[in-house]
């Protein structure tokens, strides 16, 4: 039995190589004894003469792999070499598949118009629809009245009166819901120096009045009137003018306007060419 192989001894120097001797006869080989153990290696003697080899001995159980050893680091690069010759064309390949839509381009010019086609036949006239609901009445135009072109006067009245001639008067104003009309006020006025004169309007009829001839109602008709206001010379005679006025916040329905007069105290008031207009507004 072949036992195990023992350590591997220190390899000692090459001795000198002796002259080669002469090559012996060769006796005739006597029977192989049995093996004995391994011993360790001696250190190596001088490589005699290659004597008869033996039989080979029965191969010994495979010792384990030992480690692997750390890899060394890779060399440089060789040199390339020349480019070989071309080869042959290979035959053409199957089509591959269709690549992905490419991004739109950019709209070209519009192209010029092309000739009108011919018109084609007049369709038939559709069935008339149904009336719609009548709408709201809508209000009554402008009211005017006058002019009255008799000069009369009033004298040291302070409250709001009819002259002899009482007017002009503005009839049948219809009111919208809005509740508001414009009055127009136009005469010629003169008064005494250092006086006065006005004309304004009452309102009556209706569902709202306003009377200027009523006590308590004097400020708030000046405020609506035309007037003259005398200097101290008595040359400078009279004007005519118009004064125009909003009235709001009437109750819808229908009115009379009358034009009134008034002086300052002790003066005396000339109207003449007198008109009033009133317009209902929306």
Same mark, same amino acid.
């Given at each position: 039995m072949?036992?195990?192989? %023992?350590?591997?001894?220190v390899?000692?120097a090459?001795? !000198?190589?002796?002259?080669? %001797?002469?090559?012996? !006869?060769t006796?005739?080989?006597?029977p192989a ?6 011993? #360790?290696?001696?250190?190596?003697? @001088?490589?005699?003469?290659k004597?008869v080899?033996g039989?080979q001995?029965a ?7 030992g480690a692997k050893? @750390? ?9 390339t070499? #020349?480019?070989?010759a071309?080869g042959v064309?290979?035959? $053409?390949?199957? $089509?591959?598949?269709?690549g &992905?839509?490419g991004t739109?381009?950019a709209k ?12 084609g036949a007049?369709?038939?006239?559709g ?8 709408g709201?009445?809508?209000?009554v135009? @402008?009211?005017a009245a006058?002019? /009255? ?6 004298t040291?009245?302070?409250?709001y @009166? ?7 008067t503005?009839? =049948?104003?219809? /009111?919208p819901?809005s509740?508001? &009309?414009?009055?127009?006020?136009t005469a010629t +006025? ?5 006086d ?6 009452s ?6 009045t ?9 400020a708030?008709?000046?405020?609506? #009137?035309?007037r ?6 008595? =040359?400078?005679?009279? +004007?005519?003018a118009?004064?125009? *006025? ?5 109750? &819808?329905?229908t009115y009379?306007?009358?034009a009134? *007069? ?7 008031g000339?109207f &003449?060419?007198?008109? /009033? +207009?009133? /317009?209902?507004l929306?």
């Amino acid at each position: 039995m072949t036992g195990s192989q %023992g350590a591997k001894g220190v390899t000692g120097a090459k001795g !000198v190589t002796g002259a080669q %001797g002469a090559k012996g !006869v060769t006796g005739a080989q006597g029977p192989a004894g049995a093996k004995g153990p391994t011993g #360790s290696q001696g250190a190596k003697g @001088v490589t005699g003469a290659k004597g008869v080899t033996g039989s080979q001995g029965a191969k010994g159980v495979t010792g384990p792999a030992g480690a692997k050893g @750390v890899t060394g680091s890779t060399g440089a690069k060789g040199a390339t070499g #020349s480019q070989g010759a071309k080869g042959v064309t290979g035959s $053409q390949g199957n $089509q591959g598949p269709a690549g &992905a839509k490419g991004t739109t381009g950019a709209k070209g010019a519009t192209g010029s118009q092309g000739a009108k086609g011919v018109t084609g036949a007049k369709g038939t006239t559709g069935a008339k629809g149904a009336t719609g609901a009548k709408g709201a009445t809508g209000p009554v135009g @402008v009211v005017a009245a006058g002019p /009255i072109a008799t000069s009369q006067t009033t004298t040291t009245s302070t409250n709001y @009166v009819n002259l002899a001639t009482v007017g002009p008067t503005a009839s =049948s104003v219809v /009111i919208p819901a809005s509740g508001r &009309a414009l009055v127009v006020l136009t005469a010629t +006025i003169s008064a005494t120096s250092t006086d006065t004169a006005y004309m304004s309007f009452s309102q009556s009829g209706g569902p709202t009045t306003l009377d200027c001839t009523q006590a308590g109602n004097l400020a708030a008709c000046d405020a609506r #009137s035309l007037r003259r206001a005398m200097g101290t010379s008595t =040359s400078t005679g009279g +004007i005519t003018a118009s004064a125009m *006025y909003v009235v709001s916040g009437l109750t &819808a329905g229908t009115y009379t306007f009358t034009a009134v *007069y008034r002086t300052t105290a002790g003066g005396t008031g000339t109207f &003449a060419d007198r008109n /009033i +207009i009133v /317009i209902p507004l929306p």
